[in-house]
């Protein structure tokens, strides 16, 4: 993979993923300090919540109220997650204010389907069917197909490059018989198997499928932000600050000119841990500190 792009576009998801596994309550006022913090970072990409159910994500109970309350910066998409149909009503709600894009959402291992939607892949992708043409009815684009577990599965272990690929198409299947233009593929290690060898060779392989399409990474370490309800915490998002201080002497860009702010983004970083009850200890915090 000689021909990488140089360019990183980072997008922000530590305030939707962190604040719902936290036992909290955080208060919905430091949610929404939190996200301005971020805006001011040089992000142009923060995903601010979920519209989920409350009784299995008491963590963005207060969704509405975090949205309503967060003042934009001008140049910034403020993104929201959902599952189903009540969710998008909650969130079409706000679409003056959030960047509303829908994403046709798969998983490349049968036992993580089973467990988390507890449903199979062949009913999954039926539900996605109607998911796209629920997103088109409203005017909301399809751009995007996501695949979980795409580097390997702790119900199914190791996650093949042929078997991303097979879960692509029928993502871009379901994308055709809608009238939906993919414009990238999104790559999640939801469960932290995503080491460099196994990175390379499914990107590897799914570039050379479809050379042009723009490639997205959804990364996890530990024991920082970020979990899935489901999983329980033994996977966290990568902390932002350690990924822009690798990447930037690389000279990828990072979306802000030559990278974000990088001495924000670990002051914010500090500051949102005081927030969580795991002490995000990460090494660039420690460098510079």
């Not at 990409?45 to 963005?60: D, E, K, M, Y």
């Not at 507890?118 to 996501?146: C, D, F, Y």
């Amino acid at each position: 993979m000689s021909d990488l792009p140089r360019r990183v576009d980072v997008h922000e998801e530590g305030p939707r993923e962190g604040f719902q596994i936290e036992p909290g309550p955080i208060p919905t006022a430091d949610k929404i300090k939190l996200i301005e913090a971020l805006a001011e970072t040089g992000l142009h990409h923060i995903q601010a919540c979920s519209f989920v159910n409350t009784r299995l994500v008491p963590g963005w109970a207060d969704a509405e109220a975090v949205v309503e309350g967060f003042k934009p910066k001008p140049g910034v998409d403020y993104t929201a997650l959902w599952f189903n149909a009540n969710g998008l009503e909650r969130a079409l709600a706000y679409r003056e204010k959030l960047t509303m894009t829908g994403s046709i959402s798969l998983t490349a291992s049968e036992g993580f389907t089973r467990k988390n939607l507890n449903r199979s892949h062949e009913e999954n992708v039926a539900a996605m069917k109607k998911q796209t043409a629920l997103h088109l009815s409203h005017g909301i684009p399809v751009k995007r197909i996501g695949v979980m577990a795409a580097f390997g599965c702790n119900y199914q272990g190791d996650i093949s490059p042929a078997q991303v690929v097979k879960t692509l198409e029928d993502g871009m299947a379901i994308a055709a018989e809608a009238g939906a233009k993919i414009e990238f593929f999104s790559l999640a290690d939801t469960m932290g198997w995503a080491i460099p060898p196994r990175i390379e060779r499914v990107i590897g392989t799914v570039r050379a499928k479809w050379p042009e399409m723009r490639i997205g990474l959804h990364l996890h370490e530990e024991p920082y932000l970020g979990n899935n309800p489901i999983i329980g915490r033994d996977t966290d998002q990568v902390i932002e600050a350690d990924m822009v201080f690798s990447i930037e002497p690389l000279c990828y860009r990072t979306g802000h000119g030559y990278g974000m702010q990088l001495k924000d983004m670990i002051r914010v970083t500090a500051d949102g841990c005081e927030l969580l009850s795991d002490y995000a200890n990460t090494d660039t915090l420690q460098l510079v500190s």
